[in-house]
């Protein structure tokens, strides 16, 4: 385990997607009536308004959309250079999460990228697995 993490808030509507990163797999919501696909998870479908959900695993393929590196203030926990990044995965839907393995400078915009997942603790003992990203050529040995 590395790092400290601050607790996500898990809800009901969320609980799905934080046991799917417990089993090492990025689960996501698609309406059970018109197949559109969404995230963050939320319990009714934009495009129908159905209540009717099920959910496909993600490849964790994706491609960065955009990133930032937050640099001030610095927080104690996190491991500077610190990247996060919006990552379209294969599947449709845009998710928030970090990049490693990567120099700042190396990162661009349709950059591939793999997904994998670490362990953290919260500030309350508990553990976090969380998806995290990098790039697709490093996964593979460039
Ligand atoms: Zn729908």
């Keep these: 385990m590395i790092g400290t993490r601050l607790a996500p808030t898990i809800s ?7 046991d799917g990163l417990r089993d090492h797999t990025i689960l996501i919501q698609q309406c059970s009536d018109c197949g559109t696909r ?9 495009s129908c308004q159905s209540l009717k959900w099920e959910t496909v695993t993600a490849a964790g393929t994706g491609t960065v959309h955009s990133f930032v590196m937050p640099q001030y203030p610095p927080l ?30 190396d990162v661009h915009i349709g950059m591939p990228v793999t997904a994998y997942f670490t362990t953290f603790d919260t500030l309350d003992k508990e553990e976090l697995v969380l998806h995290q990203f990098r790039p697709t050529a490093a996964a593979v040995g460039d």
């Design 76 to 105: 104690p926990f996190f491991e500077y250079p610190y990247i996060v990044a919006l990552i379209d995965l294969d599947e449709g839907v845009r998710l928030v999460s970090n990049l490693t393995d990567v120099a700042p400078d």
């Design 38 to 46: 969404r995230f963050p998870p939320r319990p009714m479908c934009f």
């Design 12 to 18: 009901p509507d969320t609980q799905f997607f934080w």
